[in-house]
């Protein structure tokens, strides 16, 4: 079926219009199921579960009307910021608010969403201002604070007063009077000849420079910040009062040789102080170790139980006859300390080892010993040892 040009056209227009009427009778009704709008300003940084508002009495409803309608927030933002305690109709925490991650530079900072009802279909609008908290220190940009590299400004000795030195230059991300800086001056080499601006930072010379101001001069800014409580930074500028740049040249570099000389002087004391503190705790722990293992090696055998087994040389026997040779032979060798020979003499039995074994024992075995010395001199050069035979 064909159609003609007029009648597409036709067409076209009639689908124009038809969705711009559907799309205003959406709005027409998106007006009409909005029931309220409130308002809240917390401050930021605010911990998970804190109380925004009360949304119930803020709205006007019941407890009941917000279970029964399920009510629910929609937000088009990736993090929920807030939740809806429906069972006591409160706003609350949900995540942590950084203002400046949430707004960055933005001013008032907010964010919106829409609790939503149902049965019949309600729509509230809610906005949250948040509040710019003193979190964050300034932030100085000039003078860079090079670790390696020493900069430094130079001062003609001829500089009249207030000659410019150089700028401090440092910004606060926080919004409102807690970005509104102010220097001062901490520390100088010669505090009557520097000063710095309260508010911009600028650092002039308050008296004629003379050739007895020091070469080297330096200067310590602090930037504080007009939060409660305020926060502060401090930056270290170094200043050369001289003509000539061989001369800050040669100054500054014995400053950096001192700098760094007492740097390494403190890395090596703090790496002694460190080994000599692990040597001493080694140290000790070995001892105790070794004093407990001793401990305990005398207490299990202490307290060991075991019995002890008698042990009777070969071709001997004990006292109760029951060997093979029941009598006992007591023999007495004695040989000269002197002689190198060691010849053997026999004589009389001057002395008695016996061996007994007491048969009520456990295994145990008891030595009676009874000697009988031949030398009643003491300077004798006879050695007398006994050996028992059986």
């Known amino acids: ?53 009360n ?9 009941t009307r917000l279970r029964s309608g399920r009510a629910r927030i929609v937000t088009g933002e990736n993090i929920q910021y807030t939740e809806l305690k429906t069972d006591k109709g409160i706003l609350v925490v949900n995540e942590r608010i950084d203002r400046e991650q949430l707004c960055g530079d933005v001013t008032p900072c907010s964010f919106s969403f829409e609790v939503i009802l149902e049965n019949p279909m ?77 508010q911009n930072g600028e650092i002039r010379t308050i008296r004629q420079v003379t050739d007895k101001d020091a070469v080297k001069q330096r200067l310590t800014v602090v930037v504080e910040d007009n939060g409660q409580p305020s926060r502060s930074a401090t930056v270290n500028v170094n200043v050369a009062v001289a003509d000539s740049f061989p001369e800050v040249l040669s100054e500054f570099t014995d400053f950096t040789h001192d700098k760094e000389y007492n740097d390494n002087l403190t890395f090596y004391l703090v790496l002694a102080l460190a080994v000599v503190s692990f040597l001493f705790i080694t140290c000790l722990v070995v001892i105790i170790s070794v004093k407990i293992y001793r401990w305990r090696q005398s207490r299990i055998l202490y307290h060991s139980s075991l019995p002890v087994i008698p042990y009777y040389p070969p071709r001997y026997s004990d006292t109760l006859g029951t060997g093979t040779l029941p009598h006992v032979y007591n023999y007495e060798v004695c040989r000269t300390t002197d002689s190198r020979k060691s010849d053997c003499k026999f004589g009389r039995a001057g002395s008695q080892n016996v061996l007994i074994m007491d048969p009520s024992s456990t295994g145990t075995m008891q030595r009676i010993q ?15 040892c006994s050996l028992n035979y059986t």
């Not at 964050?136 to 900069?151: D, K, R």
Request: glycine content about 6%; charged content about 25%; overall charge negative.
């Open 1 to 53: 079926m064909a159609f003609e040009k007029s009648d597409l056209w036709c067409i076209k227009w009639r689908l124009y219009f038809g969705s711009i009427w559907k799309f205003l009778l959406f709005l027409s009704y998106l007006n009409h199921i909005v029931s309220g709008q409130i308002r809240y300003s917390i401050p930021e940084e605010m911990k998970k579960g804190s109380l925004i508002g």
């Open 122 to 198: 309600e729509l509230h609008r809610v906005t949250v201002e948040i509040q710019d908290q003193n979190d964050n220190a300034p932030q100085v940009l000039y003078p860079v604070q090079t670790g390696g590299s020493l900069v430094a400004e130079m001062v003609p000795r001829s500089a009249d007063v207030g000659y410019l030195v150089t700028k401090v230059v440092a910004v606060d991300v926080d919004s409102g009077q807690n970005a509104w800086l102010s220097y001062k001056l901490q520390k100088a080499t010669d505090r009557a000849l520097f000063e710095v601006g309260l």
């Open 55 to 63: 949304v119930a009495q803020d709205l006007g409803l019941d407890l």
């Open 370 to 384: 009874s000697e009988k010395s031949i030398l009643d001199e003491p300077d004798s050069p006879i050695e007398v």
